[in-house]
């Protein structure tokens, strides 16, 4: 077998499966476990896939700007917002943390409602700028430009003096054994400094980043109390999800 096609039948088998092992593909492809990892290594390098210890796993789709999130999977992005709204009750102190799910869910929330929303998302502060009865902490720091949010110690150390009832995170990579992942140290980080300071996380996450994995892990998938997903994520996609005891609530 070529190499090329050796590759193309490592990637088949990960869409499929979800996760290829190397002692298996070296059995299955009669090669080597140095060549699968070296077949895995240039895969990764490709950004096909993410490398784990003994394997590999596929990664989130990266893109090129924030600009190019908004255009991604727009009526899934809808629908987890709406049901991620409903979550937010009166009185309540909410992270409400940068991406593309979290800014729609500004647009669902009902205009009678009184909260704290603190974030490190400016088009979040900005949405909700004029929102009549929500009150807005804007989390300092440097502006990490690709996904539009403030990072490092100026912001976690903020989060630190902060106690909320609610965070609404979005989601990079998640994955049942791996958590919670993403593709930027920093944002791991603030991430965690996110989910430490709140009673209960809801992860927002769409079909394109279940069950992938990115290079930083924010943390287990335990650190999540709610997972709101769109309706087109199957039941049986989310069987491991559930097993792990999470609450999951699905998109109208």
Same mark, same amino acid.
């Given at each position: 077998?070529?190499?090329?096609?050796?590759?193309?039948?490592?990637?088949?088998?990960?869409?499929?499966?979800?996760?290829?092992?190397?002692?298996?593909? =070296?059995?299955?492809?009669?090669? =080597?476990?140095?060549t699968?990892?070296?077949?895995?290594?240039?895969l /990764?390098? /490709?950004?096909?896939?993410?490398?784990? +210890?003994g394997?590999?796993?596929?990664?989130?789709?990266?893109?090129?700007?924030?600009?190019?999130?908004?255009?991604? $999977? #727009?009526?899934?992005?809808?629908?987890?917002?709406?049901?991620a709204?409903?979550?937010? @009750?009166?009185?309540?102190v909410?992270?409400?943390?940068?991406?593309?799910?979290?800014?729609?869910?500004?647009? +669902?929330?009902?205009?009678?409602?009184?909260?704290?929303v603190?974030?490190?998302?400016? #088009?979040?502060?900005?949405?909700?700028?004029?929102?009549?009865q929500?009150?807005?902490?804007?989390?300092?720091?440097?502006?990490?430009?690709?996904?539009?949010?403030?990072?490092?110690?100026?912001t *976690?150390?903020?989060?630190?003096? *902060?106690r909320?009832?609610? @965070?609404?995170?979005?989601? @990079?990579?998640?994955h #049942?054994?791996?958590? *919670?992942?993403?593709?930027?140290?920093?944002?791991?980080?603030v991430?965690? /400094?996110?989910? =430490?300071?709140? $009673?209960?996380?809801?992860?927002?996450?769409? /079909?394109?980043?279940?069950?992938?994995?990115?290079?930083?892990?924010?943390e287990?998938? +335990?650190?999540?109390?709610?997972l709101?997903?769109? #309706? *087109?994520?199957?039941?049986?996609?989310? $069987?491991?999800?559930?097993?792990?005891?999470?609450?999951?609530?699905?998109?109208?």
């Open positions: 077998m070529l190499t090329a096609e050796r590759r193309q039948f490592i990637m088949e088998i990960l869409h499929r499966e979800k996760k290829v092992l190397s002692s298996e593909l =070296s059995l299955t492809l009669k090669v =080597s476990e140095d699968v990892r070296r077949d895995l290594r240039e /990764a390098e /490709a950004g096909l896939l993410q490398r784990v +210890h394997g590999a796993l596929l990664t989130s789709p990266v893109t090129a700007s924030y600009a190019d999130r908004q255009k991604q $999977a #727009p009526k899934e992005k809808e629908a987890i917002a709406r049901a709204a409903k979550l937010v @009750c009166p009185g309540q909410v992270i409400l943390d940068g991406g593309t799910t979290t800014l729609q869910v500004t647009r +669902h929330l009902p205009l009678d409602l009184q909260a704290t603190v974030t490190n998302s400016p #088009p979040i502060a900005i949405a909700l700028a004029e929102h009549p929500i009150e807005v902490v804007m989390l300092g720091g440097q502006l990490y430009k690709k996904a539009l949010v403030n990072v490092g110690t100026v *976690i150390e903020t989060l630190r003096m *902060i909320a009832d609610l @965070c609404m995170l979005g989601v @990079c990579s998640l #049942p054994e791996v958590g *919670i992942s993403v593709s930027n140290l920093d944002e791991a980080h991430k965690r /400094a996110m989910i =430490s300071r709140s $009673a209960e996380v809801v992860g927002l996450v769409t /079909a394109a980043k279940l069950d992938k994995a990115a290079p930083y892990i924010v287990s998938i +335990h650190a999540l109390t709610y709101v997903t769109s #309706p *087109i994520v199957s039941n049986e996609m989310l $069987a491991s999800y559930k097993d792990l005891g999470l609450t999951l609530v699905s998109g109208e």
